[in-house]
């Protein structure tokens, strides 16, 4: 589903990503992880078109993709929760949702009943003010914003940054029913090792911009891993 190659990326004079290679494949988690500072937020933004790739080719779904802006690869199936979750806080959670509308045809303007079904409490808030949401219920409320854009490619960094264990635990379970349903490919980026490890069907390992390990689940021992994304 998305395959990318040599991908480089520099803010400014300073080169924040080192010739990345990775694939994410339909139906899976692909876990990107790291200490902080080695990129994998540079990693997302390139993919998603936030902030653009200096060099390197990026496919989904077979097609290249140039150096496009974020709305035209949301609109070609790139989902994107940045951390932080950055919604709408004036505004309404069904208005937050109604963002999405932009990426998908105008038959297609509603709030399908899938999503209230993985975030029940956001059916309860729906006139709620985004602001008003705790940062748990914000967190559910920014990916449910972009599954409404029926993404190919679903893009999730550091989703559990100060949210408490039991929503945790929801977005652990969602994550798992969008990869089974195995309509789209799910990059995870996220520290907090046993949800990344027990999620992840396959990792990659950063550190000072480049990849320095990566392999499927039964590939990788789990202390081995530890040892690369510890401090």
């Known amino acids: ?10 803010y400014g004079h300073s ?11 339909k139906g899976e988690v692909t876990c990107v992880m790291g200490t902080n500072g080695v990129g994998k937020t540079s990693l997302i933004k390139a993919i998603s078109g936030t902030h653009p790739r200096s060099g390197g080719g990026v496919s989904l779904d077979g097609e290249a993709l140039g150096k496009l802006p974020a709305h035209v690869l949301a609109r070609k199936g790139i989902g994107y929760v940045p951390q932080g979750r950055e919604i709408f806080p004036l505004m309404t959670v069904t208005e937050n949702l109604e963002t999405g509308y932009g990426c998908i045809p105008s038959d297609e ?14 059916k309860e808030m729906q006139n709620r003010r985004g602001g008003d949401l705790s940062g748990g219920q914000q967190q559910q409320l920014a990916i449910a914003r972009a599954l409404i854009t029926k993404p190919k490619l679903l893009l999730l960094d550091e989703p559990t940054e100060g ?22 490919a799910i990059v995870l980026v996220e520290q907090y090792f046993d ?11 950063l550190r000072r911009g480049e990849v320095i390990l990566q392999g499927r689940k ?14």
């Open 15 to 25: 080169q924040i990503l080192n010739g990345i290679s990775m694939e994410a494949v």
């Open 109 to 122: 303007h509603m709030v399908p009943d899938e999503i209230y079904e993985l975030f029940p409490v956001l």
């Open 163 to 184: 949210i408490q264990p039991n929503i945790i635990q929801q977005i652990g379970r969602v994550i798992e029913l969008l990869r089974d349903k195995g309509e789209m």
């Open 1 to 10: 589903m998305l395959k990318i190659d040599d991908l480089t990326l520099h």
């Open 195 to 205: 949800f990344a490890f027990d999620l992840a069907d396959q990792f990659v390992v």
């Open 218 to 231: 039964g590939e990788v021992e789990r202390d081995v891993l530890l040892s690369k994304v510890s401090v």
